[in-house]
């Protein structure tokens, strides 16, 4: 449950390219790919609802030890569904890892490409629409 | 927070490197050595085989001027030339702009597609039905001439193509909608869908190249084998463009997959908190 940094997250970016994708608004406008983030925390909330799924993680800055909810965007329900999801697949107070996309207004917020769940080390993509053909 | 968008950088580049290089051309080909199934009377079928699954899982095509066939047949995406990414007008050499469209092209690839249609939830019109990355069926009921696709995303939309020999509706009886008029024919093995009727609500593309109420689309789809439908769209919108222009695109088939419920207007927080090139919120009274 602390604040984690990660540069080698090459092998994701490859496994990444066989995951369905889907978009709703501009993810440019919105995230930049350029601040990518790895973040561990508790999930306080869900929101499993169209045409994006939300949910909150508090996590703990592990310098000043002070404690930021955090929202993460994640692809639609059926979309999520399709990478292995259900709605159940994160509850409150699991532990969860994020990795993905800062938004650009440098609010706590994030595009979420991959969740892993801390207690079993499982993996999952995020459905998010941040991977297109040009 | 410095730090880890520092540290992130490295990554992000490998990252990118790593979709560039897996995504510049279209997902690799599925069943493609399969012949194209046929109903009875031989006519080419687009859609299910009796008692199998499947969908064509509909690329994310964000830029139509990547998708223009050069001289060779192959587009700007096909033969993995870098993408123009967001230059603007000035990029695109092969988009007949006129001025106007080229400072509304301009003013979307400045502002990166802020205000883009689907993020409001609002339908694709014309080939953008077919560049969003949501999968549809297409389903051919020759007894009733017609044909029916359903599209899972955008909005979860469907379109009817008219199969029995009718015009357009002419003056105000033809109705501008998001979807547009469409009657088909077949030319030889090809299905040719005419399309005229848009309202001006929608952007031809995520990149936001523009069109007016005078868009007239001309699609071909074709199925050369199983797990390919190739799509040609013909874009003549003298409003907008100083010439029609042709994009194109393969769409795999995925064998496996059954359309699924996307209902994008539930909880669309992005139009909630959407601000106008003022700060001022879109939704929120002023």
């Known amino acids: 449950m602390r604040t984690t940094f990660l540069a080698a997250a090459v092998g994701a970016g490859l496994l990444l390219a066989a995951v369905p994708v889907v978009a709703h608004h501009s993810f440019s406008a919105e995230f930049d790919a350029d601040k990518p983030f790895k973040l561990s925390g508790v999930v306080t909330k869900v929101e499993w609802q169209n045409p994006h799924t939300y949910f909150y993680l508090d996590i703990t800055d592990e310098h000043t030890k002070k404690v930021t909810n955090w929202a993460f965007e994640m692809g639609s329900p059926n979309g999520l569904m399709r990478n292995g999801w259900t709605r159940n697949t994160l509850k409150v107070g699991d532990v969860v890892t994020v990795e993905g996309s800062l938004a650009r207004d440098g609010k706590p917020y994030g595009n979420a490409r991959v969740v892993v769940l801390n207690s079993t080390g499982k993996r999952l993509f995020a459905a998010s629409s941040q991977t297109a053909n040009p | 927070m410095m730090l880890w968008v520092r540290v992130g950088v490295a990554a992000t580049i490998a990252i990118a490197a790593a979709f560039y290089s897996a995504q510049a051309q279209d997902p690799a080909p599925r069943r493609t050595a399969e012949a194209t ?244 919120p879109l939704l929120a009274p002023r």
């Not at chain 2, 469209?101 to 409001?120: F, M, Q």
């Not at chain 2, 299905?191 to 005078?214: A, C, I, Q, R």
């Open chain 2, 37 to 280: 199934p046929r109903l009875a009377d031989g006519t080419p079928n687009l859609g299910r085989v009796p008692g199998e699954k499947g969908v064509w899982d509909v690329p994310y095509i964000q830029n139509m001027g990547m998708r223009i066939p050069g001289p060779d047949g192959k587009t700007a995406a096909e033969r993995s030339t870098p993408g123009a990414g967001r230059g603007g007008a000035k990029a695109e050499p092969d988009v007949p702009f006129l001025p106007w469209s080229r400072a509304i092209y301009d003013y979307n690839s400045k502002n990166n597609s802020k205000y883009d249609p689907e993020g409001y939830c609002l339908p694709p019109g014309g080939p953008r039905m077919m560049a969003t990355p949501y999968p549809m069926e297409i389903i051919q009921q020759p007894d009733q001439k017609r044909i029916v696709m359903i599209f899972e995303g955008a909005t979860h939309i469907w379109r009817e193509i008219y199969m029995d020999g009718r015009a357009h509706p002419q003056g105000e009886a033809l109705n501008p909608t998001y979807l547009g008029h469409s009657v088909g024919r077949w030319d030889g093995d090809t299905l040719v869908v005419d399309v005229v009727g848009f309202n001006e609500n929608t952007w031809l593309d995520y990149f936001g190249h523009p069109h007016t109420d005078m868009l007239h689309v001309v699609e071909r789809f074709s199925r050369p084998n199983k797990g390919t439908l190739r799509y040609e769209a013909l874009i003549d919108d003298p409003g907008a463009y100083s010439r029609s222009w042709t994009v194109a695109w393969n769409i795999p088939w995925s064998a496996e997959s059954e359309l699924t419920e996307y209902i994008c207007q539930e909880n669309n927080k992005y139009l909630q908190k959407l601000t106008d090139d003022f700060g001022e």
